[in-house]
């Protein structure tokens, strides 16, 4: 079963800064692009950045280009986000999905369950 | 950036009814549209992709049409697992942009 489970989440303040990872499993990691989206509470999905099979290329919203930073590492099956400079409006569940960036196909599956990131002072 | 409008916001249907519901782009986005299922608790699940191609494992009751900037998602025959929010996303345009979603309750 291809699965996707994301973890560090938690409350942090403004101007701080949380990382998050993704662990994936049930199909070869290298051959896909990924991507982290997010849902703010009572919001829409919102794509927030992706990341090339092999690293070489990423992606970012203009919301959190400059503050966060996607990287993966295939020997470890795993997806990151470092987040930086956190503001109130970061918060959200965060999703790892595999598709979109770097990616032969625009739509996103699978996806994880999420992480929560409240950004609160 | 392309903007998605769902209608209506909230549905009510009874379970073995049929529900459609619609996703509007602010600008033509081919039949580059995809749909998915959210539940609380549970990751989103793919749908539907490329306007109208059920995604592996999606029960032949879930169907979608359209293209350009008009798309609608049908649900034949509701079961009671189907009660969730649907949300459609372009992937024509960059960045991709997905919409409000629309939420499929018990009437």
């Known amino acids: 079963e291809e699965q996707l489970v994301e973890s560090g989440g938690g409350v942090v303040r403004p101007g701080g800064s949380l990382r998050l990872s993704c662990a994936a499993s049930g199909f070869t990691f290298d051959d896909y692009g990924m991507s982290w989206v997010r849902q703010a509470p009572g919001k829409g999905l919102e794509w927030v950045s992706g990341?090339?099979?092999?690293?070489?290329?990423?992606g970012y919203s203009d919301s959190v280009k400059g503050r966060f930073t996607i990287s993966r590492d295939n020997a470890k099956n795993s997806l990151y986000l470092q987040m930086n400079s956190l503001r109130a409006e970061d918060t959200a569940l965060y999703h790892c999905?595999?598709?979109?960036?770097?990616?032969?196909?625009?739509?996103?599956?699978?996806w994880g369950q999420g992480t929560l990131v409240t950004v609160s002072s | 950036e392309i903007v998605m409008t769902q209608s209506p916001a909230t549905l009510s249907v009874s379970p073995g009814d049929r529900a459609t519901l619609s996703c509007r782009a602010s600008?033509?986005?081919?039949?580059?549209l995809a749909w998915y299922q959210q539940k609380p608790g549970q990751a989103p699940r793919l749908l539907i992709y490329g306007a109208s191609t059920r995604a592996t494992g999606i029960p032949a009751r879930f169907s979608g049409s359209g293209s350009g900037t008009e798309f609608t998602l049908t649900i034949s025959s509701l079961q009671s697992e189907d009660f969730a929010v649907y949300c459609c996303?372009?992937?024509?345009?960059?960045?991709?942009?997905f919409g409000q979603g629309t939420k499929l309750e018990i009437k």
């Open positions: 600008q033509s986005v081919s039949s580059s």
């Open positions: 990341i090339t099979w092999s690293g070489g290329s990423t």
């Open positions: 999905a595999r598709g979109y960036y770097g990616s032969g196909r625009g739509w996103f599956d699978p």
């Open positions: 996303q372009q992937y024509n345009n960059w960045p991709g942009t």
